[in-house]
């Protein structure tokens, strides 16, 4: 779930702001390329080598995207599973019940 709310959030601040691939950063025109890991958020080359990045740890946008759909996916085989162990519970308590 958490991961789900980290994805709508990145999806809406990516309309919000106009990120997404081929997008241009809206202060300076430039191609948004890095990914800022503590604002959770793309930016450009400038913005990298700027006061309000510069202390970030920054990434390719391409390897955080890889990293957050790996996290993701991740994720989801946990939440399929878990959801594969709860129904076999449920179906066994049923049995009982009956």
Same mark, same amino acid.
């Given at each position: 779930?958490?991961?789900?709310?980290?994805?709508?959030?990145?999806?809406? +601040?990516? /309309? $919000?702001?106009?990120?997404?691939? /081929?997008?241009? $950063?809206?202060? #300076?025109?430039? &191609?948004?390329? =890095?990914?800022?890991?503590? !604002? +959770?958020? @793309?930016?450009? %080359?400038?913005? !990298?080598?700027?006061? @309000? #990045?510069? @202390?970030?740890? %920054?990434? &390719?946008? *391409?390897?955080?995207?890889? *990293?957050?759909? *790996?996290?993701?996916?991740?994720?989801?085989?946990?939440?399929? !599973? *878990?959801?594969?162990? =709860?129904?076999? =519970?449920?179906?066994?308590?049923?049995?009982?019940?009956?």
């Amino acid at each position: 779930r958490n991961l789900a709310e980290i994805a709508k959030k990145l999806s809406s +601040r990516a /309309g $919000c702001a106009g990120a997404g691939a /081929g997008s241009l $950063c809206l202060k #300076h025109q430039e &191609p948004l390329k =890095l990914f800022c890991q503590e !604002d +959770r958020t @793309a930016i450009c %080359v400038v913005c !990298d080598r700027s006061h @309000a #990045h510069r @202390a970030h740890t %920054v990434s &390719p946008i *391409e390897e955080a995207a890889q *990293e957050c759909k *790996e996290q993701i996916q991740s994720k989801l085989k946990s939440l399929k !599973d *878990e959801r594969e162990r =709860l129904q076999g =519970l449920k179906l066994t308590g049923e049995k009982r019940s009956q």
